[in-house]
């Protein structure tokens, strides 16, 4: 057998979903027999059949990347409920397993998925979507890139009809549809607590915490996902703030950028020149805006 | 060996994993160590603290990196982007040489993140020997290659792990990386005898040790680097210096991290081999 086949089959059989039990199949989905394909590739030895050996590798690999998810997502799991995350991390890891080198994109596509999915989430569609974006803007902050930051130098003598501001590639921005920014902080803080706490109370936090995200009312919010320090952190915004950055990051000049997002702004006009300089202010001193001509397309800044 | 082309020339002594629990203790201690290996893909990446960190500890200590996902033995050709990644961080680290597995773990495209076992056939022994090559021109560092834990055998082998170890290092001209704990593990696995494994690797091509500890089980051992090193894997590396004299080692402890003096001094255990190995170069 060459070296591609074989390792396709194993590959195959290795990326094969595990039984309830965590127990490799002893039929794949497709109507393989596992022991088959273990005894067509893999010798037995004293103590083991060649199925007993492949399914080490089996479970491994699920146990490998269910844990790697799960810890990527530890609050879409408190949206969905332990059981139900399980589930869903399975049936999205099968459709996408990873095409990286590194764990760290294995949710790069759960996004797209969930929403061509949505009986996973069930009622909680909405809230699960949100929570996604999130905890992946929240990954890619953690890692992004960091161009050189925009001094005023760089703006002297540049027409304001024609000035394009580029953000940071690591800062994303978010509309959401539930302030789900405080539930992954409660998730979160739950999480360090229940290190060090018993397992009685770490089964009623556990509880707790399913229980407020199941209350969770809608109550759209936008956000700002970045980093300053090398920290991340989850900016609110003002729904204007927002509409700014989200058109300078899609291009559009700076003029245009302001004239668009306060066009049926409610904020008085006379008080809007004072609200456009103390967000430049803040966004300018957060480093947000970067001397990248162009900068890398964000493919998480999402809107509604 | 000590110094050799596969370490670049290098004659560094007993190193630990660099570990996120114990980051902040290097940082404000500043314990003596003689060097760090870091895993290659935690820092192959834009930016933010991971690689604040990680020029923070290159200002003090050297750092040598290990991969664990380049998979020379894919029958796939290499990642681009994982090439150009791992050149701009051997760039920063200037490791002097790098280290990763003897082992395939994706195809297709698709990834399975493990560390699989190979066929040992003179067709896997020629692609791998090729990839490694393309690696090592790409980087332009020295390359060693890691025998990995193994729970599985393959009907379609010609020969040995090691035999097959030693004709991927001779294709390739590359170095190779000698973990005692995975022949140990493989050993009592697959009922061969540790030593001549340690007997037959080619001591002029031999860059790093790796020592660890493992996880026993009913019918198999896993190779889960979460325990201290057992007597008899010390036997085996005590077997190996012998041969090769003193030879950069490094302990791996990646699950269940206890504390870093704890760590530390597992690794410095090694000390009691290598200065014998000293004593006896310098006689």
Redesign the interface.
Known sequence: ????S???R??RA??TPLTSSERMRSVAPDGRSMRAVAS????P????T?F???E??NR??WF??LS?FAEDFPGVRAVLGGRRFDAMAKAYLIDC????????NLGSRLVIWLQKHPSWAGERQNLALDMVRLEWADIEA?????EPSLKPEDLAGVNPAKLRLHLQ??VSLLALRYPVDELLLEVRKDSDDLDVASNTFNERHKRKRVSAAAKLKPSPIFLAVH?LD??VYFRRLDREEFAILFALHAGKSLNAAIESALRSSPIAVVDRAAHVEKWFHTWSALGWFCRLEKSPKNEKAASR | MPANRFNGHTDYGIGIGLRSPHYHHILTRKPVVDWFEIISENFMIDGGRPLRILDQILEQYKVVQHGVSMYFGSAERPNREHLRRLKTLVQRTKTPWLSDHLCWGSVDGRYTHDLLPMPYTFEAARITAQKIREVRDFIEIPVAVENVSSYAEFHVSEMTEWEFLNEVAERADCGILLDVNNIYVSSQNHSFDPFTYVNSVPAERVAQIHIAGHSKYRKYILDTHDHPVIDPVWKLYGRAIERLGHTATLLEWDDSIPSFDEVHDEALKANRFLASASLAAAV
């Open positions: 057998m060459k070296l591609l074989l390792q396709r194993m590959a290795v990326m067509q590739i893999i010798k030895n004293d103590r083991m060649s007993e050996r492949l080490i590798y491994q690999y490998r990347v790697a397993p990873s095409q990286s080198f590194t764990l760290r953690f890692d992004g890139l960091r590639p690591y980093r090398e920290d």
